[in-house]
Structures are given as structure tokens and as C-alpha cells.
């Protein structure tokens, strides 16, 4: 029988590194030799200057989540990962919907459509008009069912963004990492026999 | 990148031996490896690197370059010195193909943890990307099989970037780092500040902090243990823990087996070494993994050689995992207790917990099944009587002439097997082979950097006919540099590892095993080694004598039997328990 441990769901890694070049291939690599396809990836400038945040998704089970995590952190250049469910962060994905001006202003219902969806016109042009709406896939996914009857022209969609629902940031635990020593209160594998889903070192 | 300058330590300044001025990246990066410690790199020049070869030529009387004959070589020769002087492996590459030859020595040494510093030439910045000549992408390259790896193409970089390198490579588990340098980097003059050692890396944190509760709870497993069993690897000897573990295994009484890399921690002849582990290891430690209730596993990684079937390994016990990298920790076999930390560190909270104790009966039940394995194979092994030569019976000689003293290299396939599980070995840092990759050729161009790392003790390279053939070329660098390192080829005519899968699990379909091989006393007589070879045992131990004490390098080939195979064995996909003794 499959443990809660080996069962597969989405998991969200959070990763704080330096900014550096070459990085983003080698964390890469660490889900390709292992044949897992990465669902979504978003690198961006986190809230510390010169550090760097990624967001990865992946569908797999706990164990290898957690064994990953590990393997990334390992890297010289990270300072830290975290991984949490679904249900642990909360994420949005941004999407954006071109469509023909002519089409939204002779069809109220696409308006109106578009409120009960919490879209937002972001340009409006004589020839398309491109909304933007954010929220989970099921939801982003549901608008374009909605709109693809109207003559949806393009959409494209970003990764996903995910902020760690207890968590109490990184700023005190970057404070840490700057100490030529590590400090005391660096907390090792508190968690590793709990089974729970933080993962630190 | 930004070098931040917080990611630097405090840490005095070193001058430099040379006035503080403009010098070039090539001169900076020579400076940076005097004030590392580095005494000898091996290397090869190219177009790429040769302002750091046009450098090196003022620097000939500080550091002493071995030309080697491919790169590979090089690569092979940095990790031989790498691991029996315990410092780090410098090697020089060229750009292109300089670099890609670097390849297999990289991953070898990632896997099997060895600290190397490798310098490759790049070609100038501003032609990167658009295929120039002897281009290649050798960050993208060697990423998977680096520790750390960088690309500089501005010289003032250099001073930061090898601090950087070095603290990388030879702190916490340790491994090789790469950093490219294009040509215009070398070239570049800079105003020369010095070169700081680095010691703190914000985002790198290379021993993990011990945690006394582990160290408590693992104490209390230990002592309730009634068939506690300690699984010894290379980490004792990296975390230079040596003493520290003799001390904790005679205190706590309990047996201890190793893996190939960690061969030699403690003496072949300790009473509580009951020998080596996995695939081709001793019957006794396979067979007990399966039975002892409690599992001390210390600087080793659970390698799928060692534990054969990990559903059906060690499950009735409880494991304690001694590792400084917590990636290792779970990712085989799941620990009960995970002591992460040096386990230099680790090791003495341990043995001050932990009760005095002997646990005779169980220690006993190693030695009997020694007795049947000893009876079943390796009398016959060693003692073989009348027919061809075993390569058992070779080793067995040997370990009388050097009494154990020697640095034993080996080389990849069966000749290792019986080299690492028959080598008697007195001292650390005397057994060097590749473990994790299996790397056919390394022996001979290691047997070189091993001499350079221990110029006082007798070097022994054990390789077969193969493997010798995949690097025989390094008998140049043997030559030129006129050190003193003695070959043993076990010839077997075969490729003879591959023959006994072939012959065990593939009905003996011989395909593509049965190798030729040149004259190889005559090869070396061209290098002007010299050399004999002996199919007659009545020869054989006057033949090592004579190697041991000619002064020079000096080939012993030796004719053994063409169809022997390496007993006991854990057939593939069977647990540890399932070892065949014939």
C-alpha cells in the first residue's frame, strides 16, 4: 500500500541563493538527471538585495521532494530551500488574455464575464484588447474555456508565485548566513524525524 | 559575479611575493596557489592557457609542474596526490579538448570526494559563444560533475575566485572545483592587492552543526546493542578522524567493516576490522549487515555496491548515519538516529557516551564465517598450489615483501577487487582507487600524483591488462619525471571482470572481452622503464623483490590465470545476505 510519504502531489520549492550565473543550470540539473519534469519555475529578485528567490513546482512524492530539497541545498551558491504543499503557501500565477477589441465592445457579456472572473483590462488597442487575471490554474484555465467561444488570439501564462503561509521570513535566517560562524540557533534536522515539511540546515 | 566582499573572512592579508603592482591574471592566479600551499600541479599547455604556462616558467623554481601525456592523466595524477598527501589536486588544462579531457577525472573525483582545484584556459571573452577555435561550454560541461564551478573572464576576479575554489574543494565533504579563465583574464594587468584565503562563504556552509541529542540518542542505541556493527567509509579518513574512530570502535568493543575507500582507517590486522564490504567483500560483514541490531554507519553512503538490495538491507536494524553532508543522510537507507556533523567532531561526543564494552560472542560469529570463507575461498586464492598464477597469490607475496607499508594503487575491474579485499595495509592514505565511478586507466596516472603526495613511501600500482592500456601513455610522464613507482600488471588476457558477469549470468557468451595486449616490458623499455614479465610462480616472489628494491620505476607483468573469478560476490539485484562464496 502507498504511505502518505510515497504518494505524488504538488509540491512548492522555495530556494534562496546568490546571484549568480550558471545557477539556474545547475539546480536544473539536479531534477533532470532524475528524470522529474519541473511543472513550473519562477526566478526572481527576492526582498534582499543580491539574493535571489526561485519558486519550483513539481509533482512528486514527499520523499523524493525532500531529498531534492537536500540536493539543492548542497549547492555552494543556495542558501537555503523550503518545500510545502498546496495547502501550505499561497500561490498565484498571472495570466494574460489578448482578444478583439471589436469582439468586447459588441458582446457585453464578455464584460461582464470578465468582472465575475476578476479579469482587468491591461491594454485596450483598436485591434486587441489584453486582460490580465491572476489566481490558481483551475481558475486562469476556466476564463480561457470562457473567452476561447470569443476568439481568444493569444495567452500565455506565468509561473507560479508562492509566499510560505507560517513562516516568519528569511530576513532573520539571512542574518544568520552572514555570520562568519554560524550562529547556535541554526536549526539542523529538527524536523527530519517528524515527518513534517520543512526541511533546513 | 560579484565577489561580495562579506563573503570574504576577516582574514589577514597575505603579501605577496611580488611588489604590490599591476600584475597579469596569469601571475595572480600563481601567487594565489603559492599562498595555498600548492607545491606540484600536473598539467598540459594549449594555446588557451598559455599565458599561465608563459608565467609558470618564472615560478619553476616554487612550483614544480609535471607534464603529463593527456589530460586525463593529469586529472588522475591530481587525485593520486590528492589523496595520499591529503592536500588539494592542482591541474592545468587547456581550453576545447584540454577541458572535455578533464571530464572523467572530475566526475571520479566528485563521487569519490577528492578536493581538486582543475584551471582550464578559455579563449578570449569577447568570442565566447560564437564557436571559436578550441571553444567549448566547459561550465555548462562540467557542472554535474563539479562541486563548484566558475568562469573568470575579468583578472581582477582571480584572487577571490581561487580563495574561493581552494575553501571549496578541500572544506566539508570535499570535491573538485573548475574555474575557466579566458584568455584575456590571464593576460589582463590589474592592481595587485594580494591574496586573502577565504574561510566563510554566506551561503555555503560546509560542516553541518552537531547536535547533542542525536549524539545522546545514538549513545543510547549503542549501548543497548547486543550485535552492533560499524560500516566505515572514506569520511573517517577525509575528516582526518582516524584516531578518533580506533578510539570509539576498541571502547565500545563493536566490529567494524569498510567500504573500498575507507580500506587502510585502521590496520588490516585490528582485531575488530572484520574486513570489507559489498559486492566482492568479505562473507562475514555481508552476511551480519543482515543481522545486527544496530547499524553504525560512519563517513560512508550506502553505494548500491555495498548494499546489493536495499529492500532487504539491514531492516531488522536500527540505523545511526555519521555524515558531513546531509544529503547523504536517508538517501539510501533510512536512519533512525542521523548524526550529521565532521565526524572528527562526532566521534569523541560518541565514545564519551557510549559504555566500555566487548562483545565477544558476537565478534566471534565474524570470525567464524571468516573461517568458511577462508576455507571455501581464500586458501585456494592465496595459496593456489599448482596451475596459473591466482592474482590473489600475487598480492599475498607482496604484503610480505612491503609488510603492509605500502601505498597500494588499483586500477578498475577484478585486479582491484582482490588488490583492496587482499592488500594488507598498516597505514591511512594508503589505499587509492576509484570507487564510485570505476574508472578504467586511473591507476597509472594516480600512481604518479600518490608518488608526488608521499615521496617517502613505496607506490605499487596494480593494474590489469586493460586498464593499463587505456593510459599506458603516463610511462612518459613516468620517464621524464624520473620517479620511482612500481607497475604490477595482472594479465589475464581477458577484460576478465565483464568475463565473470559473462560467464555467471550470461552462459558464458564471451562477447568482446578477450583483449590482446602488446609487449609491455618492451612498451616500457621504450620509456625507458625497466621491467620483466613472469608466468611461473617459482619467479614470483623474487620477481616483487626485485621490483620493491630496483631503484626506479620498474613493470612487473604478471601471466595469471585466465579464468578465475573474484568470490565471494552479492550477485546483482540480491540482498547482502545472498552472497555467493562460489
Known amino acids: ?56 513546482v513539481i509533482n512528486e512524492s514527499e520523499e523524493v521532494v525532500r531529498k531534492l530539497t537536500r540536493q539543492i541545498e548542497k549547492q555552494v551558491e543556495v542558501l537555503k530551500v523550503y518545500y510545502h504543499t498546496n495547502d501550505d503557501v499561497v500561490w498565484q500565477e498571472l495570466a494574460l488574455y489578448k482578444m478583439s477589441t471589436d469582439v468586447i465592445a459588441e458582446k457585453i457579456s464578455v464584460e461582464r464575464l470578465l468582472r465575475e472572473n476578476g479579469a482587468r483590462a491591461v491594454v485596450i488597442r483598436k485591434d486587441y484588447t489584453v486582460f490580465e ?61 517528524q515527518g513534517q515539511k520543512v526541511f533546513t540546515m | 559575479m560579484e565577489v561580495a566582499q562579506q563573503e570574504i573572512g576577516a582574514v589577514a592579508v597575505q603579501p605577496a611575493t611580488v611588489p604590490v603592482t599591476q600584475v597579469s591574471g596569469s601571475v595572480a592566479l600563481l601567487e594565489a596557489l603559492i599562498v595555498e600551499g600548492v607545491d606540484t600541479i600536473f598539467g598540459y599547455p594549449g594555446g588557451a592557457i598559455m599565458p599561465i604556462y608563459d608565467a609558470l616558467y618564472d615560478y619553476k623554481e616554487k612550483l614544480n609542474h609535471i607534464l603529463v601525456r593527456h589530460e586525463q592523466g593529469g586529472i588522475h595524477a591530481g587525485q593520486g596526490y590528492a589523496r595520499t598527501s591529503g592536500k588539494v589536486g592542482v591541474v592545468f588544462a587547456t581550453s576545447g579538448p584540454g577541458a572535455t579531457n578533464l571530464v ?93 584565503p577565504c574561510k566563510h562563504i554566506r551561503s555555503y556552509r560546509p560542516k553541518p552543526i552537531v547536535r547533542s541529542q542525536y549524539i545522546q540518542q545514538a549513545a543510547e542505541l549503542i549501548n543497548q546493542a547486543k550485535k552492533p556493527f560499524v560500516l566505515w567509509g572514506q569520511g573517517v579518513i577525509l575528516g582526518s578522524a582516524e584516531q578518533e ?108 557516551l557510549v559504555e566500555a564494552k566487548q562483545h565477544t560472542e558476537w565478534v566471534n560469529k565474524f570470525k567464524e564465517f571468516a573461517d568458511k ?29 612491503t609488510g603492509g607499508e605500502a601505498i597500494i594503487v588499483s586500477d578498475v575491474g577484478q585486479h582491484q577487487m582482490v588488490a583492496c579485499r587482499y592488500a594488507r595495509l598498516n597505514n591511512t592514505r594508503s589505499n587509492v582507487t576509484s570507487g564510485g565511478l570505476g574508472t578504467m586507466g586511473f591507476a597509472l596516472p594516480a600512481a604518479i600524483g600518490a608518488k608526488f603526495g ?30 620511482n613507482v612500481k607497475i604490477i600488471i595482472l594479465n589475464n588476457r581477458f577484460l576478465g571482470m565483464v568475463r565473470q558477469w559473462q560467464e555467471l549470468f550470461n552462459e558464458r557468451r564471451y562477447s568482446f572481452v578477450d583483449i590482446q595486449s602488446p609487449d609491455f616490458v618492451t612498451v616500457a623499455k621504450g620509456y625507458g622503464i625497466a621491467g620483466k614479465s ?29 579464468e578465475n573469478n573474484v568470490f565471494p560476490m552479492v550477485p546483482q539485484g540480491c540482498s547482502v545476505a545472498e552472497i555467493r562464496l562460489k
Not at chain 2, 615521496?455 to 586498464?467: K, L, M, P, T
Not at chain 2, 613472469?534 to 595469471?560: C, F, P, Q, T, W
Open chain 2, 373 to 401: 570463507e577462508i576455507e571455501a575461498v581464500i586458501f585456494d586464492e592465496l595459496n593456489p598450489g599448482d596451475g596459473e598464477m591466482t592474482m590473489g597469490e600475487v598480492i599475498k607475496h607482496l604484503n610480505d615483501l
Open chain 2, 245 to 352: 574512530f580506533k578510539t570509539f570502535i576498541e571502547k565500545s568493543g563493536i566490529p567494524a567493516a569498510w567500504t573500498i575507500l575507507g580500506a587502510g582507517a585502521i590496520p588490516t590486522d585490528h582485531e575488530l576490522n572484520v574486513g570489507m564490504l559489498g559486492m566482492h567483500g568479505n562473507y562475514g560483514p555481508n552476511v551480519l549487515t543482515n543481522e545486527c541490531d544496530v547499524l553504525i554507519a560512519i563517513g560512508m553512503r550506502f553505494d548500491d555496491r555495498v548494499t546489493g538490495r536495499l529492500d532487504k538491507y539491514a531492516k531488522q536494524a536500527k540505523v545511526i548515519h555519521l555524515d558531513i553532508d546531509p544529503a547523504e543522510i536517508d538517501k539510501n537507507v533510512v536512519s533512525t538516529v542521523p548524526v550529521w556533523g565532521d565526524c572528527k567532531e562526532t566521534l569523541p561526543l560518541l565514545t564519551q
Open chain 2, 104 to 196: 572523467t577525472g572530475l566526475a571520479d573525483a566528485q563521487i569519490d570526494s577528492t578536493p581538486l582545484v582543475c584551471i582550464t584556459g578559455q579563449v578570449f571573452a569577447h568570442l565566447l559563444g560564437t564557436d571559436a577555435f578550441q571553444e567549448t561550454d566547459v561550465i555548462n560541461i562540467t557542472t554535474p560533475v563539479t562541486k563548484w564551478n566558475y568562469q573568470v573572464t575579468d583578472a581582477n576576479e582571480i584572487p577571490e575566485v581561487i580563495a574561493k575554489a581552494f575553501y571549496i574543494a578541500k572544506s566539508g565533504r570535499p570535491g573538485p572545483v573548475l574555474i575557466d579563465i579566458t584568455k584575456n583574464a590571464q593576460i589582463q594587468k590589474f592592481d595587485y592587492q594580494g591574496y586573502t
Open chain 2, 534 to 562: 613472469i608466468d611461473d610462480r617459482a619467479n614470483l616472489s623474487s620477481s616483487l623483490k626485485e621490483m620493491l628494491e630496483h631503484n626506479g620505476s620498474y613493470l612487473l607483468e604478471v601471466m595469471v590465470r585466465k
Open chain 1, 133 to 193: 487575471a491572476t489566481g490558481h490554474r483551475e481558475e486562469t484555465d476556466n476564463l480561457i474555456k470562457i473567452l476561447q467561444p470569443y476568439g481568444l488570439i493569444e495567452f500565455v501564462r506565468s509561473a507560479r508565485v508562492a509566499i510560505i503561509k507560517q513562516s516568519d521570513g528569511f530576513n532573520r535566517k539571512l542574518r544568520e548566513f552572514e555570520r562568519l560562524e554560524p550562529g547556535e540557533d541554526v536549526v539542523e534536522n529538527e524536523y527530519l524525524n
Open chain 2, 454 to 483: 608521499a615521496q617517502d613511501r613505496d607506490v605499487v600500482a596494480i593494474i590489469g591488462d586493460g586498464g593499463f592500456q587505456m593510459t599506458l601513455q603516463e610511462l612518459g610522464t613516468i620517464m621524464q619525471s624520473g620517479i
Open chain 1, 1 to 56: 500500500m502507498e504511505t502518505l510519504e510515497n504518494q505524488k502531489q504538488e509540491f512548492n520549492i522555495t530556494v534562496y541563493t546568490e546571484n549568480q550565473i550558471g545557477l539556474l543550470s545547475r539546480i536544473a540539473i539536479i531534477f533532470t538527471r532524475r528524470k522529474i519534469n519541473i511543472d513550473s519555475l519562477n526566478t526572481s529578485p527576492s526582498e534582499i538585495e543580491s539574493i535571489h528567490r526561485f519558486n519550483i
